[in-house]
């Protein structure tokens, strides 16, 4: 358990002493470019989704 503590307490040194991070205005501009692509991109599968959906239905459709 003692290692544990120690592990953690390395870590955490670590964080606040050797890691460079991200300015906070920086951080929040490429938090929202991260969002924008991730709302664009899951519209554009929903999109093939919905496409493929109704093809493979009329395919079916043809069939029966």
């Not at 290692?3 to 870590?11: D, M, P, Q, R, V």
């Not at 460079?20 to 664009?40: D, G, N, R």
Request: proline fraction near 3%; avoid cysteine; aromatic fraction near 16%.
């Amino acid at each position: 358990m003692a290692g544990l503590t120690t592990y953690i307490k390395e870590s955490f040194e670590e964080l606040k002493n050797n890691v460079s991070w991200t300015p906070w205005p920086e951080a929040q501009k490429l938090t929202v470019i991260v969002a924008v692509f991730s709302i664009l991109f899951s519209l554009a599968i929903w999109g093939v989704d919905t496409v493929f959906s109704k093809a493979v239905k009329a395919y079916f459709d043809l069939i029966h």
